[in-house]
């Protein structure tokens, strides 16, 4: 069965640039998360979305963070205008229906902000 | 300047050993408890799973015990291997529900413990 997918895999860009960030959930599963993963902090939630809605987007550091869910198979994260302190690696993850359920994470993109 | 990053626990074992890894967690309303392993360059895999209502449950070489008491979560590997050498995470779900009452399943992780498994 398909994963969580993820792409791309690797970005590296020069700060300034906008970024776009991909994924596209476990098919049947209504709640997706997008997360961050550093040295630093460790792995924090951004955003998440229950039917493509977003429930809690405290976790988003700044209005340079946006994330849309414009169906059931697709979620972007954007990042505009990039920073090299956003560098990290950021994850998606899905939940099937009904909460208590595993969360089932994509492989991340490594995003490398110069 | 020097980064700080922050500073896992770290557990090493002989391969063959069993490993006990420890968790606090921080929300007494938490109903849903979740052990993931996280290998290099990939995201986190879910391991085993517990709900509130229990105190152990056991997988294929692993068990994860909970004692709501204290508020603390451990996974036990039995029989360490090698490829079991990763990063840990113990994970909680704060039961926030929708209008619906259906849980929408956020999770508030751990910061993880690095498990090292010498052959």
């Known amino acids: 069965d398909a994963g969580v997918i993820q792409s791309p895999r690797h970005e590296v860009t020069e700060m300034g640039q906008e970024v776009t960030l991909r994924c596209k959930p476990i098919s049947g599963h209504n709640s997706l998360f997008w997360y961050r993963q550093t040295m630093m902090r460790g792995l924090e939630l951004l955003i998440y979305?229950?039917?493509?809605?977003?429930?809690?987007d405290s976790g988003m550091p700044e209005d340079r963070f946006s994330a849309k869910m414009p169906n059931a198979s697709f979620s972007t994260l954007k990042i505009q205008p990039s920073e090299p302190r956003d560098s990290a690696v950021y994850f998606c993850?899905?939940?099937?229906?009904?909460?208590?359920?595993?969360?089932?994470f994509g492989d991340g993109t490594r995003l490398s902000i110069l | 300047g020097e980064s700080v990053g922050l500073h896992l626990p770290t557990l090493s074992v002989q391969e063959g050993d069993n490993s006990i890894i420890n968790c606090a967690y921080s929300n007494s309303a938490s109903d849903y408890f979740i052990w993931y392993k996280q290998e290099s360059g990939k995201g986190p895999q879910f391991i085993i799973d517990?709900?509130?209502?229990?105190d152990k449950r056991q997988g294929q070489r692993v068990t994860v015990l909970l004692n709501k008491t204290v508020k603390h979560l451990s996974l036990q590997i039995a029989a360490t291997q090698p490829g079991d050498s990763a990063v840990y995470f113990c994970?909680?779900?704060?039961?926030?529900?929708?209008?619906?009452?259906?849980?929408?399943?956020?999770?508030?992780f751990g910061q993880g413990t690095i498990l090292t498994v010498h052959p």
């Open positions: 993850a899905s939940t099937l229906k009904g909460g208590n359920q595993p969360q089932h």
């Open positions: 979305f229950n039917n493509n809605v977003p429930i809690d």
């Open positions: 994970a909680e779900n704060w039961g926030l529900k929708n209008a619906g009452g259906t849980s929408y399943g956020k999770l508030t």
């Open positions: 517990i709900r509130s209502n229990m």
